[in-house]
C-alpha cells in the first residue's frame, strides 16, 4: 500500500510544477530586495526594486525604452538578414563545390578565429563610429555560425535522395532547392537559432562601443555615465528578456516548420 508521504509528496510536485521556473527568478529577487536593506552603501549597489520600478515607469512613459529597444532590434534583425544571407551563401557554395571549399575554407577558417571585439578597431577606422559599423559587427556575428551550418547541413544530405534525383533527371537548381536545402534545413535552423543569438548580442556589444545612435546599449552607457544603477539594471533586464522572447518565438517556429522529423 502506497504510503501517506510518498502521495503528499507527489501532490506536491504535481502543485510546484507550473511554478518551478519563477522559484529561482523569486529568490533572487528577495535576496536582492534584502541586500539593498542592509545599509546606504548596499542600497547603491542592489538598488530597491520599488525604485527600480519607479525609474522602469519613468523610461515606459517617455518612450525612451521603446525607442532603444526598436533601434536595438532594427539593428539585429538588419545584421541577421544580412549576415544569414551572405553566410548561407557562403556556406552552400563550400557544400556544393569542393573547388569552392579549397579556395574560400582556409580563409574563413583562418578570419571566424578572430573575436569580434578584435574586429572592433579595424572597423572603426574602416568605417568611423556609426551604425554602418555597428551594422557591420552584427552580421559577422550572424555570419558565421550560417556558413558552418549550412556547409555541415549539405555535407549531411542523405545520398540516396540525391540518388533518386539523379535518376528522376532533375536539373542542379531543382536538386539545391528541393532535395539539398529541405535535407539540410535542420542544421541551417540551428545555424540561424545560433545566429539569432550572436546577433543580439553584438547588437548590445556593438553599441557599447560604438556609442552611435539611439539603442539600449547607448541608454545604458548614458545611465552608466549619469550613476542611474536603476536603468542600467532596466536596460540589462531590457536585453534579458528581449532575448528570450526572440528565441522562445524562433523555437516554436522552427518546430512548427520541422514537425515532420518526428514523422520520418
Known amino acids: 500500500m502506497e504510503r501517506q508521504s510518498d502521495i503528499s509528496i507527489r501532490r506536491f510536485s504535481a502543485i510546484a510544477k507550473p511554478?518551478?521556473?519563477?522559484?529561482?527568478?523569486?529568490?533572487?529577487?528577495?535576496?536582492?530586495?534584502?541586500?539593498?536593506?542592509?545599509?546606504?552603501?548596499?542600497?547603491?549597489?542592489?538598488?530597491?526594486?520599488?525604485?527600480?520600478?519607479?525609474?522602469?515607469?519613468?523610461?515606459?512613459?517617455?518612450?525612451?525604452?521603446?525607442?532603444?529597444?526598436?533601434?536595438?532590434?532594427?539593428?539585429?534583425?538588419?545584421?541577421?538578414?544580412?549576415?544569414?544571407?551572405?553566410?548561407?551563401?557562403?556556406?552552400?557554395?563550400?557544400?556544393?563545390?569542393?573547388?569552392?571549399?579549397?579556395?574560400?575554407?582556409?580563409?574563413?577558417?583562418?578570419?571566424?578565429?578572430?573575436?569580434?571585439?578584435?574586429?572592433?578597431?579595424?572597423?572603426?577606422?574602416?568605417?568611423g563610429n556609426g551604425s554602418l559599423a555597428k551594422t557591420l559587427v552584427v552580421c559577422l556575428g550572424a555570419f558565421y555560425p550560417m556558413v558552418l551550418n549550412t556547409y555541415e547541413g549539405l555535407r549531411n544530405v542523405e545520398k540516396n535522395h540525391l540518388e533518386a534525383g539523379e535518376v528522376l533527371g532533375v536539373s542542379r537548381w531543382q536538386s539545391y532547392r528541393y532535395i539539398l536545402i529541405p535535407g539540410a534545413l535542420p542544421f541551417i535552423f540551428t545555424g540561424v537559432f545560433h545566429a539569432l543569438a550572436f546577433s543580439w548580442i553584438s547588437t548590445v556589444g556593438s553599441e557599447l562601443l560604438f556609442s552611435a545612435g539611439p539603442g539600449l546599449g547607448g541608454l545604458m552607457q548614458t545611465a552608466q555615465m549619469a550613476a542611474r544603477m536603476d536603468i542600467v539594471i532596466i536596460c540589462v533586464a531590457s536585453i534579458g528578456v528581449t532575448g528570450l522572447l526572440m528565441n522562445f518565438v524562433f523555437t516554436g517556429f522552427s518546430r512548427r516548420l520541422l514537425r515532420w522529423r518526428a514523422t520520418r
Not at 31 to 59: C, D, H, M, R, T
Open 19 to 127: 511554478v518551478k521556473g519563477w522559484i529561482l527568478p523569486v529568490a533572487l529577487l528577495v535576496a536582492w530586495e534584502l541586500a539593498s536593506k542592509q545599509s546606504n552603501a548596499y542600497a547603491q549597489a542592489f538598488v530597491p526594486l520599488e525604485k527600480i520600478g519607479a525609474s522602469l515607469l519613468e523610461v515606459v512613459f517617455s518612450g525612451e525604452l521603446f525607442t532603444s529597444l526598436l533601434a536595438s532590434l532594427g539593428t539585429a534583425t538588419t545584421g541577421l538578414l544580412v549576415g544569414g544571407a551572405a553566410g548561407l551563401s557562403v556556406g552552400s557554395l563550400m557544400g556544393l563545390y569542393p573547388p569552392a571549399d579549397k579556395l574560400i575554407g582556409p580563409v574563413f577558417h583562418a578570419v571566424r578565429q578572430v573575436p569580434l571585439l578584435g574586429w572592433i578597431p579595424l572597423i572603426g577606422l574602416w568605417f
